[in-house]
């Protein structure tokens, strides 16, 4: 029976199960669960104060996760209320024009309209619906529920993640059931075997702990040492997708001392015979070659298994990003099964959990129709670019981010440029969203109620709402629910949330759970805490079932031209692909072996080149002591438009078992960047302020490979003293190809307060004369017009916000700026912040004016380019400016604030995300032709032809 809390009219469920509990006035802690891609699924509470959320920690009464939550929940308040975040729907008729605001009703108008017009045409199969990963709770079935209730629409078969582990565990024990993390405290020896707890599932970190203080052993199996190396007492690095010889290994090793569980394998398991006739096949150092081990390390395990059982083992979900993944998933499973660790307390070989196994699922809704057409999701790309009869014409996208984060991110970003209409429910402007027509502004799972299960234990979490929703974003539930209107099935799908959750989560209903219960704490399904206690398994036989096959051909291999497997790994602080532009550094960071990178001739921090059969991508080079040689490591999740999209370099192909997508197929080949006359040029960077960050335009200059140099004059605000000192003229033009200044709340001409703005000056003097570029931004573009004979002075009132600008004549024809040349043009509204301007120097010429400010981009000299905007700003430093005008942070500035009223601000956040978003752009093309200006094939002339002045 669905029993439900009585709540007060307009109070949302969460916050009538808040509790204050001696807390500040106006303050609520709110019991709910991580939604996001994790298997961790996490229990948290939330902390909200007068309607906002302030904090966000674990749960210390969820029963597994006990009040631990990692850095990136902790982080997600921070997300909620990001600058970049799209906070009300946005509509354009075609990908090259601008977005602008639309009302819900206008979208979803659009959206209807489209559905039912191409339905017509073509077919609801000319309709794809993508659901991603982002999130999987109970309203979650609904999105595909609407589809069919249309009529049935093209959907995704196959997974990018966890398919080949699943599937293939299915075939050993008929059904995968994982033993309950909590299980674990039952073992005297674990294996992480291609598993990250520490950065991937946080919960399991107390345990290892405390299991090994009590003397068991841990051992992590990885081809790199990732950040849970620490929690074991030995790494073992077998070469990437080859853990199928070490598992064998392991097992011959306890054949051969007689540790097996006969009693298992003769009365529990079927195919033993014909599995330890493919043992035969090889000896152990054979197959330690083979996965690149040495003996001692298959000894060490095996010795470990047979002296401390149970021995519990992890597979990570590396494990599944194999084409063959089955064969070495097996062989774990065949070793835990010989072993004598299936069925056991504090044994098993635990994969994972099905996160949909709770609820009621006739709620996808399949059975309406008749079977609609699938596309491979690892395929993606290729899948909709090759669809016919029909084509894919429309694409709508919720919970996630398939421009990045699908294999052969190429092929997908052509394919979606292929359809002629693409709707994206999500958070941020991301690679998925540039490639749509509407953007739907969702919720996050703090902004709405639902149930979430884990795919990484056994209990079902609340999702309780803790904020109203942020600006008019709206849940996809209230989407779709909203769209249904729309349509002559409306009242089939138009019910209430709680309506929805008593249906869709009736097998929890049956095992005693209300949804009152559930909404008060996580509740426990009704799953063993070790299973097949009873070596019963639900296969034909009811046995066990050992690999009977094993064809080992291009297990581990590598092409000679690409010898270096690509290994992106799970990052610490983020969730795949869950960040903003923000928070991307200039490269992406790629680790080889130290020995390897010198044996290349590639130094730590090189500028490089990563090239697979499918693309190429630029990137920092770092490298890594007694890292394996054959793998290239990196970070998955960073965007393509931020240089980030190792995806670009990715296969796509499905695995063999259970259509997984095999990314760690992908080989490549490391070399340094080509000499592009840009790659290696040496920029220094004056930057004056705290307030003042080097901001987009230098991280584009890195992104063009440029090496910079960053000095501080002066530290804190205005403390030249205990600044560095600037290099003298001589050691400046020998050491740089190029100069930037930036900004500061300095005034230009006070060379008392600033006693290093006379030498600056020489320096922006020099390069110019040495045809060195120069670029001043705000500040710095004063100190450029005062260095060639301009004068400063200031305006009545400061320029704040993003503030229209018009190129002239001359902007439009310019090398940096003119559309002909860098595609600059036309001008976004750009960031000011000042009080002073300028007159422009004798001789100087004026490329972009403003009204209230006219000289607002200039060239002068040789190579010199002054900007009073601040065309480098991310959505990072416009906030924290923001936040010194609203809170008087900045003293130079605090007499203004009365010119800027909370309306002003309220409007500059709602606008935010697409002003960031075009001045990117923009600063990205200046930055690259301005950074172009100093090729080293121009010929520049050497410091001995200068004449200072």
Same mark, same amino acid.
């Given at each position: ?13 969460? %916050? ?29 509470? /939330? ?25 990136? /929940? ?5 997300? =909620? ?74 959907? %995704? ?6 398919? /080949? ?54 051992? %992590? ?5 990732? +950040? ?50 493919? &043992? ?20 060490? &395990? ?178 779709? $629910? ?17 309506? !929805? ?7 929890? !209903? ?88 010198? #044996? ?8 490089? #080149? ?9 990137? @920092? ?51 340094? !960047?080509?000499?592009?006359? @840009? ?7 004056? #930057? ?52 930037? =200044? ?16 006379? $030498? %600056? ?29 301009? +004068?400063? !002075? ?133 930055? /690259? ?6 090729? #080293? ?13």
């Amino acid at each position: 029976m669905c029993t439900t809390a009585a709540h007060a009219p307009g109070i949302a469920p969460g %916050l009538a199960l808040a509790h204050d509990g001696g807390e500040a006035s106006g303050e609520k802690r709110i019991i709910t669960s991580c939604t996001r891609d994790c298997p961790n699924s996490c229990g948290l509470v /939330a902390t909200v104060r007068d309607g906002r959320l302030v904090r966000l920690a674990g749960d210390p009464d969820h029963p597994l996760t006990r009040g631990k939550a990692c850095v990136k /929940a902790q982080r997600y308040v921070k997300r =909620v209320y990001s600058p970049e975040r799209i906070t009300h729907p946005l509509l354009r008729d075609h990908r090259t024009q601008p977005w602008r605001r639309a009302t819900w009703d206008e979208a979803l108008d659009r959206i209807a309209a489209r559905m039912t017009a191409i339905r017509d045409e073509s077919g609801t199969e000319a309709i794809l619906y993508y659901q991603g990963y982002g999130e999987r709770t109970a309203l979650k079935l609904l999105n595909r529920y609407f589809f069919n209730l249309f009529g049935g629409v093209t959907t %995704l078969r196959g997974s990018l993640c966890g398919g /080949a582990g699943q599937g293939s565990q299915n075939l050993d024990f008929g059904e995968r059931v994982s033993h309950d993390p909590l299980d674990h405290y039952n073992c005297n020896s674990l294996i992480l075997w291609g598993r990250n707890p520490a950065s991937t599932q946080i919960s399991l970190v107390p345990i290892l702990r405390e299991i090994r203080k009590r003397g068991a052993t841990v051992v %992590l199996v990885d081809p790199a040492r990732n +950040r849970s190396a620490p929690l074991a007492d030995r790494h073992i690095a077998p070469r990437a997708g080859t853990d199928a010889f070490l598992a064998m290994a392991v097992t011959k090793l306890i054949l051969h001392a007689g540790g097996e569980d006969r009693e298992f394998m003769q009365h529990h398991a079927e195919g033993a015979a014909e599995y330890l006739r493919i &043992l035969d096949r090889y000896t152990v150092d054979d197959l330690c070659a083979r996965c690149g081990v040495p003996v001692a390390d298959a000894e060490f &395990l095996a010795d470990m298994v047979l002296r401390q059982r149970p021995t519990s083992i992890l597979l990570g979900w590396g494990m599944h990003r194999h084409e063959a993944a089955h064969l070495s998933i097996r062989a774990v499973d065949a070793l835990g099964a010989i072993s004598g660790n299936i069925g056991v307390p504090g044994g098993g070989v635990s994969q994972g959990f099905e996160e949909y196994g709770p609820y009621d699922q006739q709620y996808w809704g399949d059975g309406l129709n008749p079977p609609r057409r699938t596309l491979l999701l690892p395929e993606i790309g290729r899948e909709i670019l090759d669809a016919r009869d029909p084509e894919i014409r429309m694409i709508m996208v919720t919970a996630g981010n398939p421009a990045c984060m699908a294999a052969d991110a190429g092929a997908v970003t052509r394919a979606f440029r292929k359809a002629e209409f693409v709707v994206y429910s999500g958070h941020f402007m991301d690679d998925t969203a540039d490639l749509a027509h509407v953007f739907l502004p969702a919720t996050t799972f703090l902004e709405e109620d639902d149930a979430m299960a884990s795919y990484g234990h056994n209990y079902v979490g609340p999702v309780n709402k803790a904020i109203e929703p942020v600006g008019e974003c709206r849940s996809e539930f209230m989407m779709f $629910h909203d769209l249904a209107a729309r349509f002559p099935f409306a009242e089939r799908f138009r019910r209430g949330v709680d309506e !929805w959750l008593c249906d869709l989560c009736t097998p929890m !209903w049956a095992q005693g759970c209300t949804l009152e219960r559930l909404r008060a704490g996580a509740y426990r399904l009704d799953a063993p805490m070790a299973p097949y206690a009873d070596k019963t398994f639900p296969t034909p036989s009811g046995k066990f079932r050992f690999m009977t096959d094993f064809d080992p051909a291009g297990l581990g291999a590598v092409e000679p031209d690409y010898p270096y497997r690509l290994l992106t790994i799970a990052p610490h602080g983020y969730i795949c692909s869950e960040r903003t532009m923000a928070e991307h550094d200039a490269l992406t960071e790629v680790v080889l072996a130290t020995k390897e990178a010198a #044996r290349l001739g590639l130094s730590d921090g090189a500028v490089v #080149r990563v090239e697979s059969r499918v693309g190429a991508v630029k990137a @920092v080079l770092r490298t890594a002591d007694g890292q394996r040689a054959d793998i290239l490591v990196a970070e998955r999740g960073g965007w393509n438009k931020a240089g980030h999209g190792l995806n670009l370099l990715t296969r796509a192909l499905a695995s063999l078992v259970g259509r997984g997508t095999p990314y760690y197929e992908t080989c490549v080949r490391v070399t340094p !960047w080509p000499d592009d006359g @840009v790659t290696g040029l040496r920029v220094l960077v004056v #930057r004056h302020s705290d307030d003042a960050p080097c901001g987009n335009f230098c991280k584009e200059l890195a992104r063009c490979g440029a090496a910079l140099t960053t000095l501080r004059p002066g530290q804190g605000d205005v403390l030249p003293a205990a600044g560095d000192a600037l290099p003298s003229l001589d050691a400046a033009l020998a050491g740089y190809d190029a100069l930037v =200044v930036l900004g500061g709340p300095q005034h230009c001409w006070d060379d008392e307060g600033s006693p290093h703005f006379p $030498h %600056l000056m020489d320096l922006l003097r020099v390069f110019d004369a040495a045809g060195k570029p120069v670029a001043g931004i705000c500040l710095g573009a004063q100190l450029l017009a005062r260095a060639h004979g301009g +004068r400063p !002075w200031t305006m009545d009132a400061p320029e704040f916000g993003f503030v229209a600008f018009m190129p002239t004549d001359a902007g439009l024809s310019d090398p940096v700026l003119g559309p002909a040349l860098s595609g600059a043009l036309p001008l976004p509204r750009l960031m000011s912040f000042h009080e002073d301007t300028f007159d422009l120097p004798q001789g100087a010429t004026l490329l972009v004016r403003g009204d209230r400010c006219r000289n607002q981009c200039f060239r002068v000299g040789n190579a010199s380019y002054g900007f009073q905007f601040h065309l480098e700003v991310d959505s990072a430093i416009v906030q924290d400016w923001v936040d010194i005008f609203r809170k008087g942070r900045m003293s130079e500035y605090a007499t203004y604030r009365e010119k800027f009223d909370d309306v002003y601000f309220d409007d500059l956040a709602r606008d935010m995300p697409l002003l960031v978003e075009a001045s990117e752009v923009f600063c990205r093309k200046v930055a /690259a032709a301005w950074l172009a200006l100093a090729r #080293r094939e121009n010929g520049l002339a050497s410091p001995a032809q200068i004449q200072y002045g």
